[in-house]
């Protein structure tokens, strides 16, 4: 950690060196030192790793945080396309079905670009370029144990590296260390009050096999296809064909309690070809497998509300993940993730770091991409059997059936398309869909007709499918 005798800047420690704790560390070092304290070693290519157990998974970045990525480090987004990553744009290079079983035409007069690759070349993009930074330290094998302080500051963290244990001392820590977070049990154990917290678990299992890509396509920008489960046909099942660097292809099929995909690798093509459409199995047909089958059950929607609670430390902010985690299927992590530190960033150009109450406008600011993301992801969840304590209320039944009158007019009208998608993406807030953009299209036309089917091109399809 930097001895603040030999500098006259703040010092911050970051919990967690995956994308919500890299993103973190190069918003905070504008204004002060930063530790990235990590239990891993990152790896010096690109490789899955134990500290991101989804890794494996299909992954890809909307264009709210490809935005993200580039306010907060500028170029970085060029420098992975640079390793094989791609810019696909949403829905041009895309195959999607909508939960309610709606295709969407390949309309590609939006701006909206994702950013498509593995995790791996993801993270070790990231980490390449933020950890160049002279002014941020990476800490590998250390595990944070516990904060030190008080209910009113937090002032370091104990934290264990080998054998010996020591404190970070801060004026800022940050935990970004995602999913299972322990800071509810931190901060309980400084006297503070429980935080409030909601689950929302549709139930859902993944399994993920890698794919060379078939025939002709591995030379080709082959598009991303994408069946969504319909929550009203109970046990929803979905999938997801993700062509990434190197010629191979990711796909990912997912299912809920009664329909969940297992990692025997025979049943897997059958898997796919049992969905609400046949696409991706068929496919799959002419596609050599790479190694086994992953799996997964940790999908649930998962939120902290440390924005609510009455009394809140100096010196300790919550980002990413482990404030909310989502089901993976609607791929808002990362982007809500940049988008964290772009409001740490932005708070702390007009506050400074160590002045009392700014760890609560910090946490505050955080909120907001959270509860975005929040919003849509459990907007669908909620309405499968078992997933909440309570049933959906008639406002969120509401709110479900008006963003399906949305999904459908977007996929007749190239203008709805373009707002419904600045709210996927998590550019601009859900009052987008009350906009002139959306309701005239839905009230009056013109409207295209629903397709049939998925709409990949001959080409395409000659090239996958032979």
Partial sequence: MTDRSASSRPTAVVIGASAAGLFAAAALAEFAEVTVVERDVLPDSPEPRRGVPQSRHAHLVWSGGVRAFDELLPGVTDEIVARGARLAHIMGDMVSRAPNEVWFR???????????CSRPLLDAGLSARVLRDERITLLPRADALGLTGDASRVTGVRVRVGDEERTLTADLVVDA??????????????????VTEREVNAGVAYATRLYRAPGATADTAFPLVNVQANPAKAPGRGGIVLPVEDGRW?????????????????AFVDFAL???????????????????V???????????????TARWPDGFTVLGDAIAS??????HGLTVAAQCALAV??????????????????QRAAARPVAAAWDLAVGQDIFYPG?????????????????????????????????????????????????????????????KPFLQGPPLTEPERRAALG
Wanted: one cysteine or more.
């Fill in 294 to 308: 992953a799996t997964t059950r940790s999908t649930a929607n998962h939120r902290r509300y440390y924005e609510k």
């Fill in 326 to 331: 989502y089901n993976p299927v609607y791929g």
């Fill in 177 to 194: 260390s995602g999913r299972g977070s322990r800071a509810p049990r931190w901060l309980t154990a400084l006297g503070l009050p429980p």
């Fill in 274 to 292: 049992g969905l609400g459409d046949p696409v991706i199995g068929d496919l799959l047909k002419n596609a050599e497998p790479v190694g086994d």
């Fill in 387 to 447: 997933a909440a304590d309570t049933p959906p209320t008639a406002l969120e039944k509401y709110l479900a059936a008006f963003v399906d009158r949305c999904v459908e007019t977007g996929a007749r009208s190239p203008r709805a398309l373009a707002a419904l998608l600045d709210v996927m993406s998590l550019e601009k807030a859900a009052t987008r869909l009350f906009s002139p953009d959306m309701l005239i299209p839905m009230l009056l036309g013109p409207k």
């Fill in 106 to 116: 390949r309309f590609t007069a939006t701006h909206h670009r994702n950013l498509v």
């Fill in 250 to 266: 990711i796909v990912t099929l997912s299912g809920t309690r009664g329909g969940e995909p297992t990692g025997d690798p025979d």
């Fill in 345 to 362: 960033r932005d708070v702390l150009r007009t506050t400074d770091l160590t002045a009392p109450g700014t760890a609560r406008r910090l």
